[in-house]
């Protein structure tokens, strides 16, 4: 069904004009074929009557009016999805950058999706264990969540999402969908390097947009990632971690396109879609009732100079069900994973964790934990300004819980898989150096069954 | 279909789309666009050009398919089945949809806001040959084991006499009385249609004199909204805005929940509809399901039914309040309604105002609150309440912008939600320094019936103590805590105590998530008591720390959790 015309009405940037298009409609996409035979994809960004604003994936450079052809391809950008796809590598275009010829596709599906009814969703609640003590503790990843890194230039949040995509432990089938956005060719090759060495390759699918690439292929690139998740996931039934990196990349593309389309720009220059745009994205994350498989989502995004206030990271807090914050001043005291639990949460962690799920003090205990070491960073201001001497005994003690909570409970190895119970016992092992009428957060049988009881 | 009812589409971007040949039609009328017939709005008319905002994805729609008219404004079917229902922003139940075309909503689905099949038992309370007059209950119907419905006439009806009237078990498109109009016979039918855009008459707006009891604590005894009164809760992302309007729509004493999830995540409403059937309610003990409508246009749905989503709420709202409920609506979130409305607004090219939100961004938000309101219901005797509780979420936590300020200028109650209080986990994370009730007044009355004198008393003390208690907190971050006198310690911890044993309150609690006006108000006194005792012992001489660690203050933070 393509219909082909000749000639170019204008090229600005990275939009074209063409006039005269009979039959046309939004988000068409285009092939424009240069002079010397090269062939373009673009997608319609407007259709009127008589004309079609085309947004370039590529670049324009070389292009020329009179003598290019453009053929509408008579259907919205789609992509072939297949079980062949596991363990293969593909670019912002969907064609394979391993070498290897293209899978052979079992379906065609479009890469925006539809939104999923609420109504068939099912809430997430099954406890997923990442073996990182900051996370499984106190800010708990649930099967189906979208959870966040906020991380800044120059800290280590891909190496925590690793570790988490390797040491991830689900029941199921269980498949990494990886999307990277304008990212470096290293920080690119580190993810497969490492999946590669665990094994966990074998069951994943990757999409690379290196910082080189088309800019407007990262806008697509999220989408067919979670295409590819959502066939994996709720065709084939397996539990699906999606990591994508870097958001702020991506937001950053669209901005360009914006600008380009001189839209009416929101705050920061970002358009006012971004809620919308970013929602349509994380919003794919999720379990449908009664059936298996699941997507859980952990978008990378680095905080322009660390600020949780700019565009990106607040609107995707509005989304997301909580973050994971990465912290400066803890990677720069040396400390790995440098998560800073405070300001991380988890908007899920009550529905994850308890009897049954990871042990029946966790609730109370992360509760303790998270106010025992506020209450230490507050303690740790007073003695900056009063001295240490100044403080009280009680004072004294959350000073030092604080110290362990970052040493013993924060702290661990990039390779160290920690199982729950470990973290939930080490949380208690450091509360005891708090006096005991403090531990106002924890009931009071808790108490006495995990830390009594292990006294004696 | 006459030919002059179809236009064409000549342009589209996103969700606006253009069409021409469409001379006649009116503004807010309904068009079906596309060949696929998705649903839109004609927002704006340009001779026979007509710029419609569409309700659906429009990626693969363009210009030269036609645009069917309906000659309608965009409704709301009222009648009995809207309890325990969930819709989509322009009243599709999302059910339905699920089961006519799985998981994923597809584009163009056609499917009655109502069960058109089902038959109720109706019963008559006039008979014939009674004269009534709009609004007058005609009959009832058990909707839910919570609620009887109330069939009225509706309100294009100003009076009749009956003609006919019918008990029985009827479908909501069958016939149940004919009314004698000056413009002849009218047929009554238990449903029937409303636009959304415009308020449903009233006889009269009455002046609020209850408190909404919404069981929490900070809420109720600090912050108290009337029913009928309108409220906002602004915060930045992870303080709670959320969760405490779930706890509102739980525990809140109203008759009747509207729930609007506009444009926030799909989860949430999911935990909704899991959780409330389950949940019981205190006042009736049947679920929670039974007295709730659920409107659902989650961040990945579009944006441009996110901006039909509240009107769909308030007019069924409106609808329920008309039968002589108080009913509260909560809409999570009013800002994403806001940004809809900018998106639209900047793709009609309009002159942007404050942060690229159109200029009329202010209207909008000041008529939306105002269909809030205790009033006397058209017909007999009858009087309804709307509260509405609006949540906001300023961009960065930053409450200088455009639609958190529009909010605070016509909602009475503001609750301000406090990233430091969230991170230090202590929720509801509502500031009581910043926050504010305007209703306080108005309700003394009530609560000097209902708790006693001393309640209040004890309040305007309490709040004292936690204002003087951020002054003294300056002090002890200079000099020290030690360095205070011995009453200063005690306000220090009186405020210590209000703060953990009082204004915290755990929503996933069995016992602590809910609290009666008399177990808050007992629980108030035993801190003040605390103080008082205090107070005195000082003056008495004793050595502070003493004072301090005095008896009762152990059994304060178990009261909490005591059953009622």
């Excluded at chain 2, 205790?374 to 009087?383: D, I, S």
Aim: proline share 5%.
């Amino acid at each position: 069904m393509s219909v082909k015309y000749k000639g170019l009405k204008e090229i600005v940037g990275s939009l074209v004009l063409v006039d005269g298009v009979k039959k046309v409609s939004y988000e068409e996409l285009v092939k424009i074929k240069t002079a010397d035979g090269e062939e373009r994809m673009g997608r319609v960004l407007e259709a009127s009557e008589g004309r079609a604003l085309i947004q370039m994936f590529e670049e324009t450079r070389g292009m020329e009016l009179e003598e290019a052809e453009a053929v509408f391809l008579g259907e919205t950008m789609k992509l072939d999805v297949s079980m062949d796809m596991m363990g293969r590598v593909f670019d912002g275009a969907a064609e394979p950058l391993d070498g290897h010829p293209k899978p052979i596709a079992d379906k065609s599906l479009d890469i925006n999706g539809n939104p999923m009814n609420p109504f068939s969703r099912e809430f997430p609640d099954d406890f997923l264990q990442t073996g990182v003590s900051a996370i499984d503790g106190l800010n708990t990843l649930v099967r189906g969540q979208k959870l966040p890194i906020f991380s800044g230039a120059g800290l280590p949040h891909s190496k925590i999402a690793t570790q988490i995509a390797r040491q991830a432990k689900m029941e199921g089938d269980f498949s990494v969908v990886f999307g990277a956005m304008g990212i470096t060719f290293e920080e690119s090759q580190f993810f497969v390097n490492e999946l590669e060495k665990t094994g966990a390759l074998d069951r994943s699918i990757l999409f690379l947009n290196t910082a080189d690439d088309p800019v407007i292929e990262r806008v697509t690139l999220p989408r067919m990632a979670l295409t590819a998740a959502e066939y994996l996931a709720f065709e084939k039934g397996r539990d699906v971690l999606v990591i994508l990196t870097d958001m702020t990349n991506y937001c950053e593309a669209l901005r360009e396109i914006s600008a380009a389309r001189k839209e009416v720009p929101g705050r920061r220059g970002y358009p006012g879609y971004l809620y919308t745009d970013l929602a349509s994205i994380y919003e794919r994350a999720g379990m449908i009732k009664d059936k298996p498989g699941s997507i859980t989502q952990i978008p990378i995004l680095t905080m322009p100079e660390d600020d949780k206030t700019h565009p990106i990271p607040d609107l995707t807090g509005y989304i997301t069900e909580g973050q994971i914050m990465v912290s400066r001043n803890l990677h720069q005291s040396g400390i790995y994973p440098p998560i800073d639990v405070l300001p991380s949460l988890s908007r899920l962690r009550d529905e994850g964790i308890g009897e049954e799920k990871t042990r029946d003090d966790h609730d109370g205990l992360a509760n303790q934990l998270f106010a025992a070491y506020a209450k230490g960073q507050e303690v740790k201001e007073l003695a900056t300004i009063l001295g240490e001497s100044a403080l009280s005994d009680t004072d004294k003690s959350y000073l030092k819980f604080s110290d362990l909570f970052e040493e013993q409970f924060l702290s661990q190895d990039e390779t160290e898989n920690r199982e729950i119970e470990k973290t939930l016992d080490i949380g208690w092992e450091i509360l005891k150096v708090l006096p005991r009428k403090e531990l106002k957060r924890i009931k009071d049988d808790k108490i006495e069954k995990y830390l009594d009881e292990k006294e004696n | 279909m006459s030919k002059s009812k179809t236009g064409i589409i000549t342009k589209v971007s996103g969700p606006l789309v253009v069409a021409k040949n469409m001379e006649g039609a009116s503004i807010y009328e309904v068009v079906k666009v596309g060949d696929e017939g998705l649903a839109g709005e004609i927002i704006e008319m340009r001779e026979g050009e007509a710029s419609i905002q569409v309700y659906e994805e429009t990626a693969g729609v363009g210009p030269g398919e036609p645009v069917e008219r309906t000659g309608k404004q965009l409704s709301v079917t009222l009648g009995p089945g809207l309890l325990t229902s969930i819709y989509d922003g322009i009243q599709r139940p999302l059910d339905e949809i699920a089961s006519k075309a799985g998981d994923f909503i597809p584009r163009g689905i056609e499917v009655p806001a109502l069960d058109e099949d089902k038959k109720w038992k109706f019963e008559a309370s006039v008979s014939e040959g009674d004269s009534v007059v709009s609004g007058q209950v005609l009959g009832e119907v058990e909707e839910t084991e919570t609620i009887t419905h109330k069939v009225m006439v509706p309100p294009h009806i100003s009076e009749g006499t009956i003609v006919s009237i019918e008990s029985g078990n009827f479908t909501v498109t069958q016939e149940v009385a004919q009314i004698k109009t000056e413009n002849g016979k009218e047929s009554i039918k238990m449903a029937h249609k409303w636009p959304i855009r415009s308020p449903r008459p009233t006889k009269e707006k009455l002046l609020p004199s209850k408190p909404l009891i919404t069981g929490q604590r900070v809420i109720d005894t600090f912050f108290p909204v009337a029913k009928g009164g309108a409220a906002s809760v602004p915060g930045p992302f992870g303080s709670g805005k959320t969760v405490i309007q779930h706890q509102l729509a739980k525990w809140s004493d109203a008759d009747v929940i509207i729930f609007i999830g506009c444009g926030e995540r799909g989860n949430e409403m999911t935990e909704v509809l899991q959780e409330f059937p389950e949940l019981e309610d205190p006042k009736t003990g049947n679920p929670l399901m039974e007295r709730t409508v659920l409107i659902a246009n989650t961040s990945n749905m579009p944006v441009a039914a996110r901006e039909a989503s509240v009107y769909t709420g308030i007019t069924i709202a409106e609808y329920f309040r008309d039968m002589g409920f108080d009913v509260a609506l909560m809409a999570d979130s009013t800002s994403r309604w806001a940004e809809a409305l900018r998106e639209m607004s900047a793709r009609l090219e309009e002159m942007p105002g404050e942060e690229g939100y159109p200029a009329y961004l202010g209207s909008r938000i000041a008529a939306f609150y105002e269909r809030a309101g205790q009033v006397k219901c058209l017909g007999k005797n009858q009087e309804g309440s709307l509260t509405v509780i609006g949540a906001v979420s300023p961009p960065g936590g930053d409450l200088s912008e455009p639609v958190t300020q529009n909010t605070l200028r016509t909602t009475k109650v503001f609750w301000s939600l406090d990233d430091e209080l969230a991170n230090a986990r202590h929720f509801p994370a509502i500031d009581w320094l910043n926050s504010y009730s305007l209703y306080t007044e108005d309700l003394s009355e009530y609560l000097d019936e209902e708790v006693g004198k001393s309640f209040r008393e004890n309040r305007t003390e309490a709040m004292r103590i936690l204002s003087k208690e951020a002054e003294l907190e300056e002090i002890v971050r200079l000099v020290g805590f030690e360095a205070l006198s011995g009453s200063d310690k005690l306000v220090m911890e009186t405020a210590k105590l209000l703060r953990e044993d009082f204004l915290m309150q755990n929503a996933f609690d069995k016992i602590d998530t809910f609290s009666t006006l008399k177990k808050q108000a007992e629980m108030l006194d035993a801190v003040m008591s605390y103080y008082r005792k205090g107070e005195e012992m000082l003056e008495e001489g004793e050595n502070v720390n003493e004072v301090l660690e005095m008896e009762e203050k152990d059994l304060i933070s178990k009261l909490k959790f005591k059953e009622e």
